[in-house]
């Protein structure tokens, strides 16, 4: 057994609380195998993490669990499966922020971050004055304000990673998916978009509380911010558990061919890369 698979839910069972509760999911395309056998249980306003290293089948994983990828097992959302919710309904309930979205040509920020609100808007009406709001407040926790008339394809990388966050909370969804989230962004920008997300998480009520299921390669940013890790290699749960049962050299060397210090910070682990030897 490795660490952490303590935690892990029983086989077949669901976890009462659960907000997201995932069984026996597989995906194969061809004679690939994405994903084989994983299960796990996210509960409600909490945040888990997915490491693992490039192929492990995290981004699948997040399809999976946004219903839109087909898989082998079962997907519940709040005790419904997600292939059965309606397309609208599942965007008021599931935001996910894909690592590379398609964007339309020629869009502004304004327009795409508005995008979000198309669940709430009915058909070919105006948005209202409530989703301009919305729009407009989540612009400026982002740091967008002063480029919301910009063309997406005018901003930086990081400015854009930005944007898709902007308008994945602009959904108002209770579940937010994160594939590498952070990866474009400066270590300031990092910071403040991983607070927003844990502030948006404390913030929402005990009957509507905000889950998180993020992908991560910084596991040092993972063990700060996630409640647990889920640990993925070659398609499978390798371990399942807070971060400080995962986040081991042991784990780490085994799964990541890393080498790796891991020691104790304020609010996690951290993980830091050791370079081999020098060569005299
Ligand atoms: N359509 C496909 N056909 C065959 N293999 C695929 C297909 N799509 C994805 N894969 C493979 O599935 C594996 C899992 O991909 P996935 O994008 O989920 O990995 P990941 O853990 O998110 O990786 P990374 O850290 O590099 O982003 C990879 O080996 C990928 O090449």
Redesign the pocket.
């Known amino acids: 057994m490795t660490a952490g698979e303590a935690t892990a839910p029983e086989p077949g069972a669901t976890a009462p609380d659960a907000m997201v509760s995932a069984r026996g999911i597989g995906v194969r ?2 004679a ?1 195998t ?1 994903l084989s056998e994983v299960d796990i249980d996210v509960a409600a306003g909490e945040w888990l993490t997915v490491i ?10 997040l399809r999976v669990l946004a219903g839109l990828l087909p898989a082998t097992g079962e997907v519940r959302i709040d005790g419904t499966p997600v292939t059965s919710l309606r397309r609208r309904d599942r965007a008021r309930q599931i935001a996910l922020v894909a ?1 590379d979205p398609v964007v339309p040509p020629g869009m502004s920020v304004f327009d795409y971050a508005m995008l979000g609100r198309t669940p709430y808007i009915p058909p070919l009406a105006a948005e209202s004055a409530a989703d301009l709001a919305a729009v407009r407040d989540v612009l400026a926790r982002l740091d967008l304000t002063g480029l919301t008339d910009r063309e997406l394809s005018t901003l930086s990388g990081g400015e854009r990673q930005r944007v898709f966050l902007a308008r994945a909370l602009a959904q108002g969804a209770r579940l937010l998916l994160l ?2 989230p952070t990866s474009a962004l400066d270590i300031g920008h990092q910071q403040d978009v991983l607070e927003l997300v844990d502030e948006l998480r404390a913030t929402g009520s005990d009957d509507d509380p905000l889950t998180v299921v993020a ?1 991560m ?1 910084d596991l040092s940013v993972a063990g700060e911010y996630a409640d647990r890790i889920l640990l ?1 290699a070659g ?1 499978r749960r390798v371990a399942l558990g807070p971060p400080a049962e995962v986040l081991t050299e042991d784990l780490l060397a085994t799964h990541y061919r890393a080498r790796v210090r891991v020691v104790d910070g304020d609010h996690g682990p951290l993980v830091v890369p050791v370079r081999r030897a020098r060569r005299p």
């Open positions: 395309i061809g690939a994405l693992g290293p490039n192929g492990a089948g995290k981004s699948t994983l690592q594939d590498e992908t390669h993925l398609g």
